[in-house]
């Protein structure tokens, strides 16, 4: 069977695919439809059903799985699927819907084993304790959240890839400019983010929690390290730890940006923007990667709505 | 002995005197003099002492007090005191720095009373036993501490008499919208600014610490909070303490003005416009308190640099 | 019969009510119809009429009441009328749109009462005459009048009652801060908006008028002022009728919200502050009445587009 | 005797100035001084008067003339006079502040003529009637005002200067555009700045009224209107009036530049780009007027703080 | 017959007409449809065409001409087509797409006098030479070109025609300021636009090319500047050649406009004023035509997003 | 001898040193005075030159080498030299200003060298030949000027090591993200701040060029692109060539900093970020470098104003 991505334009398909989002609404003549979204681990694409009865909008549901017979089309420049056949999957057809997730390119172990890596060259001894420790409570989140509800990194184990990413990108800066103190820039790139284990509601159905809504990941990292310490027996008004929760609570940079504080240490203003850097140039291969050379990209939200051009080879 | 504030222009004057600032300058003639900023209970003024000798450079210094022989003199629209003679308090002289701090118009007393009874009023248990636990951990630095460094209700106690003239608002606006909810507003309102005790040095010479520069005082708060239920058994992820969280975090209302979060539940909004507004209130009467009726104020850096006028009685 | 907030989802019903808005507009299938907005005193809903003939058009148009026999339905979230019979009242029905529409939860009468009382409060002479002389002059409008074509106090009434919810809040702010000329700000509060009643155009389809686009209701006011003053024979260079009319030019605070001037007198930033936060609160109170316990209201223009979360009882 | 533009630098010269401002201030040495600001009818020049004694404070006070002997330096790059002797001048000398205010291009009388043609250009009668009423009443003060306390047309008959070179770029538009409504567009040149004639305290030491700063030149001008419309029997709520007020509110073009509408009429957005225009060419020409081909001019506040490069001839 | 402007709506009329855009989109019944933007030299409209078979999409594609018959009718208060009969022009009938354009008020014979004219004004030698050579190389789409793909001058020779206009303005402030260079704001005025030639993909189906998109018109003629220097032999570091590209490079006037620099010259700044102005015009007049007295324009783009009043005649 | 920067405070020095600036102002007391900055390969400091004579002002000019006596002192928190003797150097002493510059840390041979590393990987032919063409041409002032009059990189070889360690970056870059277009990226480095070379005049005393005032260094290296492709045969028009220019062009990132067009290509966006990156780290070290540990920087203006903290090591 093929993926999402390989269907051409006007072929007619079959596929077993989740449903990630069904929202339920009323046509133009009064009677009712949904507007799904399908999702395989190649991509996603949308589709109506027409005359949805009170029946079929309680049996297909965000988070099922389903077998799909239908034709691909595109509406105003974009693919959507015509709906030919729907029905859920049966006892031997897959019904995971982590089967069918977009996923980081790389494995949670390879993932896992280069951030271990990464924890021994913190080399100061609080920072050390309270990342591992932090690490070690949420790590299955970690390596299982997105980065993002939509924009970078919206795909399962996107928060631990973008954390990688990021810290490859920090390891050549270090050796770049020696000055940089590694310690206090690793322990910033692996917890920056971290607070996004209870700021979202995890990997399926992306949503932001009510803690998220009314504290924000950056404030969410600073209890944690906060509690931390409390639990490791630190002083968490000792210069060390302050420094490390300003890492966390300045790097997106500018306070309209959500940051209680901008960057007042060196290693927290490269952070923001080793961040701002991988983040983009993640959604720009996003994107390029969904159109052909010599063509420009849908705007990006994230890119202060800028559309980019791919070269042609 | 006359007060700072009722020396008349080019009257001569004795008074003791509280030494704000002191700093050493070189001057155009290559000898050193210190400018002096002299603070008494009824307000302060500028002076400098020429040729200043290394021994006098130490001897008078931030947080001394001394008697001074000047005349008082307008230098570019401002006045500022040419100082004929000065020497270090005595013995039998008074000498504690207290004595010369401008205070709030209520006593200490008088504020803790009027603020306990409002403790009464907050009746949902857990907003009441966090505020409790903070404002006894931090009680003698509550009501002794600034509300900032300058701009509005900088003096001693200014932190407890901003809090209460909020209160004040707050109990008459959830009379005229009974639809608030008055427990969360009251919380929100002590506890708002109450970081400011962590976030500065205290009440004589004011100056923000490395954990206000690196944190600021709308986290300090969240952490207190933070440990707060750790020590009180609260679970701080219930919607209770999320709310009291929000309170404090989002009340400087906009990004821009370093809340991580803008206002998303009505007492949040409620509780920044109050703060607005009573430091607005209090900036321009502090102003206008300086001119005569027909003037314009000095600009106010905190009102975006408006001046006001004061109307004819 | 029903009221409109009082109908269930999918639930049939019967109402009397008032044609608020009648667009006529071409469906994809080539044919009229005719979008309406509903109205009763409890709330207001959207429907739509197909295939809607000449006929049609011309006798289902804004202002007249009508007998309607619809459903019930939620599209896209928000609750719309599947009309299945529409018919204009007969002569023993009701048919007066003043019957139809949301007003202040306070009677005319009340808040002319209330209002009356500050008059006598207004104890500068020039202020009382000026504000007598014009609240004589539009007293209907003013107390039928909306205080905003949509945003907040957008009923019957509301302009009345916007003004006196103000002005309860600016009582209780004299009695905080005694420095504040009251005879000022009362009479600010009760003219500030006065000028809509020449800017829109009336309590059942309001529109803004030519003037109110061309001049806006704080210079409308301001004419106002100078033509009272020329019937009184009161001298409008005078200083206290320049505070008066600042008063009213000021109150947007910002020349960005078309204020041509900022506030420079204490009062009149005072004036901006609570005419803002009696807006917020009713902005506000507005929305998370459409929301029930643990749900976010919609995105509020007025409020820089925010949404808002109601809090669990 | 030279002009104050004719001395050359480090040249000994002799001069009848008037005081143009005189700032008492105190020396770094503790004595007084006069920071004095110099003016002929070819410019001005600063100038400081060391160990002024009280009698001469009260002696050489704004507005009075004075005989000068001095030299003219540089200081800091910019031009000043030493002065090596000062005094009152004597009756036969000359003592008008009017022989040494700088002045418009033109005569009073060359530009009334043109002014006075352009108004039987306005043909529409409602118009022509009020700017005739208002022109007539502030006469005196339009031809002799400045169009503002600095920046561009800060001399002696500066507004109706710059009104008429706006009325010939005016009139350059109507005919190259045809379906300008020309009497609308000539109507609203005269106007838009007279109420700078109440804005302002008049020609010689120009400061800004309590009018002015409470009410605005814009408002003011509106104010006029509508009284001369009560003296002439016009009904100030038909169309043509506001749309004259409309010219004369709207013309700062933004709400940010005082504006209380922006333009929603053609000829009131090509009466604002034209006060733009006029505005700017003439503080380029005076800041070009002060350096040589090859040079830059000084940062030129009212353009955004740019400067200017003069070509080479 | 008739044209596309003068058919009233309700009318049924028959019409030959340029396709100017046609997208294919699918309707909510699933079936594929046309939006067609037709054209002829009095305006355009638009209309769907149902139910459209691939042969028909294939058929009628952008830049044919067709035989339409019709009905006008009015959708959400805008003019569209509904589409009674449609087909190709056939062999004896026009088929042009040149006959259906919208055009400039002027032939391209009187631009082009007009213009050549003012070549002889440019009196220094290099410029007029620089202007010659790039006018020469790139006349045919200089007199064929819109100014812009949408918003103003959007016709064909819309370039050719606003650079008239501006010229004309030009010439008037350069009698009206005789300290204006003529030359180089004449030179300024020809060359500001002419990248356009480049930066557009022509006057039928106006698109971005990309250089257009990765270097901007701006850069584009500097580039024209450059070249044109190498083949005359002009030395392009003279200032005389850094001026006239400083006039083109800033003429938007604001960095945030796309202009490298801002204006620094005074006939710089004025190029820019004058092509705002000519702009601004032509937008309104555009606008206002479409209205009758007494209405309101739709909001115009490149105007902030305003809607201007058309008053009572 | 001591270097500047080992001089201790208070202690009395001879040095050689470079005039770095020389500005002739009037002292109070009406006599003249020089305002020097001193400059070695160390670093800078100032000191002023009381009462001097004409002589002595046309002797000691910048860009002259001189010996001096004299005291380092601190005024208002600053360093700066007490002068208690100054001659010029004599035929034996040091006499070259290229002595006496600050300079990249590393070698001109060594930059060159790793530059011309870098040029073999640009693979694509047309950049490679157009990179070594501009480069071959402008070799020695790349080698030799710095990256900017003051802010970042403001030292002598400061253009071509700040290239140097974006290249770097650029590196590390393209190994971690291989989908980057490496040549481009590379290719577009090396060029995109070489026009400074021609818009500043060299490392001595910087300063703009009128040709960098008019025209922007973003736009020289346009021009020299067309160039280098009219002198190589290289068809400008060409996507390879729009894309290098492209890179160039809009390496500011935004409009508001002076790029006429925002990046419209990975590479470009990632340009803007590397070049971003590189001169913040510089501004950081550099203001870090002047502190001791647990100290703030100076406010630094290319950094948005900010102060950094210098943690405890």
């Given at each position: 069977m093929k993926k999402i991505k390989e269907v051409a334009t006007d072929e007619i398909f079959d596929a077993f695919l989740l449903i990630k989002q069904a929202d339920v609404r009323v046509a133009k003549n009064g009677k009712k439809f949904i507007a799904?979204?399908?999702q395989d681990n190649s991509g996603s694409i949308d589709g109506k059903y027409w005359d949805a009865s009170e029946e079929e909008i309680s049996r297909?549901?965000?988070g099922k799985v389903v077998f799909l017979n239908g034709k691909r089309e595109l509406y105003q420049g974009r693919p959507q699927v015509k709906i030919l056949h729907l029905r859920l999957t049966q006892e031997d057809e897959p019904s995971s819907?982590?089967?069918?997730?977009?996923r980081a390119p790389l494995t949670k172990d390879a993932m896992m084993e280069e951030i271990n890596q990464v924890l021994f060259e913190i080399t100061q001894a609080h920072w050390q304790r309270i990342v591992r420790h932090i690490l070690n409570q949420y790590q299955k989140e970690f390596f299982e959240y997105p980065a993002a509800k939509r924009n970078h990194h919206a795909f399962a184990g996107g928060l631990a890839y973008h954390t990688l990413t990021m810290m490859r990108i920090a390891k050549s800066m270090c050796s770049i400019y020696p000055e940089i103190n590694a310690s206090l820039l690793y322990a910033g790139v692996i917890l920056h983010d971290i607070g996004k284990v209870i700021e979202l509601s995890g990997a399926v159905t992306t949503e932001y929690t009510l803690e998220g809504n009314l504290l924000g990941h950056l404030v969410i990292v600073d209890e944690e390290i906060t509690k931390a310490c409390q639990t490791l027996k630190i002083d968490d008004h000792e210069e060390d730890v302050l420094l490390l929760?300003?890492?966390?609570?300045?790097h997106h940079?500018?306070?309209?940006?959500g940051s209680p504080v901008r960057p007042k240490v060196m290693e927290a203003e490269i952070l923001h923007q080793i961040d701002n850097m991988d983040a983009s140039i993640?959604?720009?291969?996003?994107a390029l990667d969904q159109v052909k050379p010599g063509e420009y990209t849908e705007r990006i939200f994230g890119l202060d709505n800028r559309n980019f051009y791919r070269p042609l080879d």
């Open positions: 799904f979204t399908f297909f549901t965000a819907p982590e089967l069918f997730m977009t929760k300003h890492m966390v609570l300045s940079g500018l306070l309209e940006y993640q959604m720009m291969l996003g």
